[in-house]
C-alpha cells in the first residue's frame, strides 16, 4: 500500500511540487529583497525641479530716496525730469512691513505731461529692516499710452509673504491683473483680455531680495461684446520649502499657461538671471 506518511528522518516535504518547503521561503524572501529596491530607484526617478527664467532687468538695484530714484528713472526713461513733476511720478499703491525681514513698497511711475495718459510702469521698492538702504525690482508690468483702438490698464490685486514667521527665509507672492480693451468696428463693440500674473521674491533676514519667478500667467480670460470667450487658469501652490507647484485648473490651457504647469525650484540658487525680455519690460 502506497502512503502519503514520510519516512523516519525524511525532510518534510510539499507534495503537491516535490520540493522541501525550505526552497520555496528562501525564494520568497529573495523576491522581495528585490523588488524592494526596484519601488526604491522608481520613487527616486521624479522629474528634476525646473527653473523658471527671469529676465535680467528684474536684478535689484540699489537706490537712494524716492526723489532721487524718480529722478534717476525719468532721466533713464527720456521722461520730463521738472521737479514739480518728478515728485508726482511715484504712485504707492500696496505697503507690507515684517519687522525681521522689511518693507514692501509695490506701487507705478507714471508718466506726466504728455497726451494719452502716458506710460504707468510697475515696479517693486524693498528696504531692509536697517533702513540704511532702498533696492527697486522691475519693472513687473508696463501699461503703455491708450491710443484710439486700444486701451490697457493695470492694477494691483495682492501682497503677502508666504511661510512661517521668523524663518531666515520667505517668498514675497504679488499679483497684478492686466486689462487691454481692443475696440472693434462699432464704438461699443470691443474685445477684452484680462490676464493676472503672479511674481515671487525669495527674501532674506540679511536684507536679501531676488525675483525667482515672474509672469506667471494665473488666469486668462476674453469677451467679445460681453459674452465670455474663453477662460483658463493655473493653481499655484508651495508643497514643499523653496518649491512651487503648478497646476492646470481648466480642462484646457492655451500654450502659454501650459508651458507652466510642473514643479519649480524658487530657492534663488538658480543659475544667473537670463537676458530675456518680458512682457512687463
Known amino acids: ?11 518534510v516535504r510539499d507534495r503537491s511540487v516535490g520540493c522541501p518547503r525550505s526552497i520555496w521561503l528562501c525564494a520568497f524572501l529573495a523576491l522581495l529583497l528585490i523588488a524592494k529596491p526596484a519601488s526604491a530607484g522608481a520613487e527616486a526617478e521624479a522629474p528634476p525641479l ?6 535680467s532687468f528684474m536684478k535689484p538695484r540699489g537706490t537712494g530716496s524716492v526723489e532721487t530714484w524718480a529722478r534717476d528713472f525719468a532721466e533713464e526713461e527720456g521722461w520730463k525730469t521738472e521737479p514739480e513733476l518728478v515728485k508726482n511720478y511715484w504712485h504707492e499703491q500696496r505697503r507690507l512691513r515684517d519687522r525681521q525681514l522689511g518693507l514692501f513698497i509695490l506701487g507705478r511711475f507714471q508718466q506726466l505731461g504728455v497726451p494719452l495718459g502716458g506710460e504707468h510702469v510697475w515696479m517693486l521698492l524693498f528696504r531692509a529692516p536697517s533702513g540704511r538702504w532702498n533696492q527697486s525690482l522691475g519693472p513687473l508690468e508696463t501699461q503703455p499710452s491708450y491710443s484710439n483702438t486700444t486701451e490697457v490698464k493695470v492694477r494691483a490685486v495682492d501682497m503677502k509673504l508666504l511661510g512661517k514667521r521668523g524663518e531666515a527665509r520667505r517668498l514675497l507672492w504679488i499679483e ?23 511674481h515671487v521674491f525669495q527674501v532674506g533676514k540679511d536684507g536679501s531680495i531676488q525675483c525667482v519667478a515672474t509672469d506667471i500667467p494665473l488666469s486668462l480670460t476674453v469677451t467679445v461684446q460681453g459674452r ?4 483658463s487658469s493655473l493653481k499655484v501652490t ?4 523653496a518649491v512651487m507647484k503648478v497646476e492646470a485648473s481648466s480642462p484646457s490651457l492655451p500654450p502659454e499657461q501650459e508651458k507652466w504647469v510642473g514643479e519649480y525650484d524658487v530657492s534663488g540658487r538658480s543659475p544667473e538671471p537670463s537676458k530675456e525680455t518680458g512682457h512687463g519690460g
Not at 525646473?50 to 529676465?55: A, N
Not at 497684478?176 to 503672479?198: H, N, P, S
Not at 508651495?238 to 520649502?241: L, S
Request: glycine share 4%; hydrophobic share 25%; net charge negative.
Open 50 to 55: 525646473k527653473t523658471p527664467q527671469v529676465p
Open 176 to 198: 497684478l491683473e492686466k486689462e487691454i480693451a481692443e475696440y472693434l468696428e462699432k464704438v461699443d463693440d470691443f474685445r477684452r483680455e484680462i490676464t493676472r500674473y503672479g
Open 228 to 231: 465670455e470667450e474663453s477662460s
Open 1 to 11: 500500500m502506497v502512503t502519503n506518511m514520510p519516512r523516519r528522518g525524511e525532510p
Open 238 to 241: 508651495f508643497p514643499r520649502p
